[in-house]
Every structure is written in C-alpha cells, then in structure tokens.
C-alpha cells in the first residue's frame, strides 16, 4: 500500500521564524509531490508541486524534493500568523492517473 | 468562474438513509474526484473520473457510488448510510493528472 506520512504536530514557531515541514513517501515510483495547505473548516489549497530533484522556490515558500531518500519538504520563510494552519502533503505515482495519495498533515501555529 | 461547487453545505442522515452529494465544476476540467476527510487526517479518495462516461475506484469506495454523465456534473450517491460514513467529503477538479481545485466541501453527519 503507497503510504505517505508527514509528523502531525503541531509544530509552533515565532512570528518570522523558518517553519519547516517534511513528508516521505513509499512508493518509489511516485513523480509529482504537492503541498497543501488547510485552514479549520475550509477546503485545501495547493501551495506548491514539484517533480524534480532539488529546490523550488515561490515568494516565502520552498519546496525541497530528494527522490532517492524519498523524501519531500516545504519550508516558509519569515513565518506569519496567516501561515497558521494544517498543511497536507500529497503524492501522485507515475501511473495513476490522477490519483493523489495524501498525508494525514501537519498542524503548524506561528505564535506573534 | 465559480470554480467547483458543491452542494449539500451540511446534512445530518438517519442510519440506512439514501443522498447524493452535488458536485460541478465550470472550468472544462476533464477529471474530477471524491474525497472524504475524517477528523485529524488527511484525505481519502473514494471514486475519481477521467472524463464524461469514466468513473473508478479510489482508496475506499464501499458504500458509494459515482456517475460521470457531463463534463460538469459529478454526483456521489450515499446507499444505506451507516455512522462511518461521518465526515467531510471535498469534490475537486483538474484539467490534468496534477493540481487539483478542491470545491468548500459538505459535512455529513450520520445518526
């Protein structure tokens, strides 16, 4: 079964601090990596994906994607209160038409 | 765009009660998919659809059931709620295999 596991937390960091929030994946043939982010009550939104080895970086987040440890993580620079949330990781194989497995997510607080 | 869209917002349900879940997307997106969220856990896919006419099988599609007519349209049928089925379930499109938009979801209340 493709499993996919990220530390429910919840994490707390200070107001602009560095949030650092990983996930490993299972399935060795897994090819698109996404974040997630939920707030209480709402749906997800998609933050960022990646598919390749290496960094990516959008605005204050960072996406970091290591394929042979399996392993996948976001970072968000300069941490706000906003960025209080849960954020869901999420990993397609390459076969699955869509399919996205999903993480049980990590509770992040950013405390001023 | 109103994006996806779904509806019931919330409903409660007696044990061994019937309903269908809306959901529509107006962003021509072909794949369309079911997902149940159950408290502190990630997301569960039920059935997912690859286009108008296709439906499949996700993670844990016992006790539903799909129909893909329209691009649009992708309702999920509830048969003889039962308490497990207590949860969030979020309806989401994508015009490809990636980056998925989720509807504002409906919570469902089995009793």
């Known amino acids: 079964q493709k499993e996919v596991e990220q530390n429910s937390g919840p994490l707390s960091v200070p107001e602009g601090a560095i949030a650092s929030l990983n996930c490993t994946y299972s399935d060795r043939g897994s090819q698109s990596f996404f974040w997630y982010r939920q707030y209480s009550g709402k749906s997800p939104e998609l933050i960022m994906f990646?598919?390749?080895?290496g960094d990516k970086e959008d605005g204050r987040f960072t996406a970091q994607l290591n394929k042979a440890s399996q392993y996948v993580s976001l970072l968000i620079r300069d941490s706000q209160p906003s960025d209080s949330a849960t954020y869901l990781c999420a990993v397609r194989s390459g076969t699955s038409y869509g399919k996205l497995t999903f993480g049980q997510g990590t509770i992040l607080t950013v405390h001023p | 765009n109103a994006g996806v869209t779904q509806t019931p917002k919330f409903r409660i349900l007696k044990i061994g009660q019937s309903m269908t879940l809306q959901c529509t997307q107006d962003?021509?997106?072909?794949?369309m998919y079911w997902y149940r969220q159950d408290p502190g856990m990630g997301l569960k896919l039920i059935y997912y659809?690859?286009?108008?006419?296709?439906?499949d099988k996700g993670e844990v599609p016992n006790g539903y059931n799909v129909s893909r007519s329209t691009t649009e349209d992708f309702p999920l049928r509830l048969e003889l709620a039962a308490p497990s089925q207590t949860s969030v379930y979020f309806c989401a499109s994508s015009p490809g295999p990636d980056t998925q938009y989720f509807g504002p979801g409906t919570r469902l209340t089995v009793l």
């Open positions: 990646i598919y390749s080895n």
């Open positions: 659809s690859v286009g108008a006419g296709i439906t």
């Open positions: 962003m021509n997106h072909n794949y």
